[in-house]
């Protein structure tokens, strides 16, 4: 079955620890992207990866780290995380038209 | 840079009747793809229908079609015979093919309730 995944799908954590979101998909995307959606706000990209070791930033991009170093992963990282990046953030890929989100990772920053 | 308007923030549709969320969008891309994404509560995007630009007829996926309006920059969604499980929050989306960023700029959505 085609899917992206996430890991984890809800953490509460504390300002300044670092986290690491996981995300992971088997059709073979070179494209994949990170969004985070708020309310009002509605969903706004923050980083994205045409392929193996090709990143950059998206609209929203601060605060945030991203690695591609296999095709399948692209994890995002908050070194030092704050409360407004409180947040739902999802992975996708892209196919031939339509991108495939992943379930969603909702983060809540004490 | 692209432009999504959803004047819509709430729907309301008995059961078994059809429904039309309004999109209007901007762009100066000559060359774009048209989205709907559905959003139950649950909170999982999940992908309904795709329209590019340059497509001469409308797009349907099952009880989903596209009303697509390119002078006038539209591209509503209408929904046949809705059921209940169709209650979530809808998201109208675009994509500019210039450029190597396959982002997707979305509108703030339209939450449909549907009726019993």
């Not at chain 1, 953490?11 to 300044?16: D, E, F, K, Q, R």
């Not at chain 1, 605060?63 to 995002?76: A, H, Q």
């Not at chain 2, 139950?40 to 797009?59: H, R, V």
Request: proline share 5%.
């Amino acid at each position: 079955e085609a899917q992206v995944t996430q890991n984890p799908r809800y953490l509460i954590t504390v300002t300044g620890k670092k986290l690491t979101v996981t995300c992971s998909q088997n059709m073979n995307h070179e494209y994949m992207s990170w969004y985070r959606q708020d309310p009002g706000l509605g969903l706004r990209q923050i980083y994205y990866s045409m392929n193996v070791e090709v990143t950059d930033k998206g609209d929203v991009p601060e605060g945030y780290k991203v690695s591609r170093k296999e095709k399948r992963n692209f994890p995002l990282i908050l070194e030092s995380p704050s409360p407004n990046q409180t947040s739902l953030y999802f992975c996708a890929s892209r196919g031939p038209y339509e991108q495939y989100f992943g379930p969603g990772t909702r983060l809540t920053v004490t | 840079a692209q432009k999504i308007t959803q004047t819509q923030p709430g729907m309301f549709v008995q059961e078994k009747e059809a429904v039309t969320l309004d999109c209007t969008y901007d762009t100066s891309d000559q060359s774009y793809g048209l989205f709907w994404y559905k959003q139950p509560s649950s909170g999982e995007m999940i992908f309904l229908i795709y329209q590019g630009s340059y497509d001469e007829q409308n797009a349907t996926e099952g009880r989903y079609s596209l009303n697509f309006q390119k002078a006038r920059k539209s591209a509503n969604l209408v929904i046949s015979a809705s059921q209940l499980g169709d209650s979530a929050m809808y998201f109208c989306a675009m994509r500019g093919f210039g450029g190597s960023n396959y982002k997707l700029t979305f509108g703030k959505g339209t939450l449909l309730t549907v009726n019993p």
